[in-house]
């Protein structure tokens, strides 16, 4: 059964937008790959919220809630094979040298006090023509 972790990653205060998912897309994903090798997870995927960047505060895109509900601005979905896998991935993860590189790097483009994650349980996902879609609809679009 697959395995996931969501993450809350709010930008360094002051950092533009586009330097935060420059940064993250092209240093820091690289960076976490080449520390973890083949225990990456299936699937690191990262939903940026649509934010008004011509506004002062740079407002979200809020449809329910208020903006103060949505005080971060990405939501990563990290997909492992299993707990196994996860548990590799952690392994590594945690390893002092390993957070001393990650830490390191995210210092300059993340809030990391607060960065917020979260296991899920149960996931269920239907495609529009009504069936089950799961795992395999990640990357075949």
């Not at 697959?2 to 935060?20: C, D, H, M, N, Y």
């Amino acid at each position: 059964m697959p395995f996931t972790v969501i993450l809350l990653v709010t930008r360094k205060p002051g950092l533009e937008l586009s330097a935060f998912r420059n940064h993250w897309e092209h240093t820091h994903i690289p960076l976490l790959k080449s520390l973890v090798g083949d225990d990456f997870p299936l699937s690191h995927t990262r939903h940026y919220l649509d934010r008004d960047t011509a506004l002062p505060a740079s407002p979200a895109n809020v449809l329910k809630g208020a903006q103060e509900d949505f005080a971060f601005d990405a939501l990563a979905l990290w997909t492992f094979a299993d707990q196994a896998h996860w548990e590799r991935f952690k392994g590594k993860w945690k390893r002092e040298d390993v957070r001393a590189r990650l830490e390191g790097d995210e210092e300059g483009w993340m809030d990391r006090g607060r960065l917020r994650a979260v296991v899920v349980g149960w996931t269920g996902s239907t495609g529009r023509d009504g069936g089950d879609v799961g795992w395999r609809f990640v990357g075949s679009v």
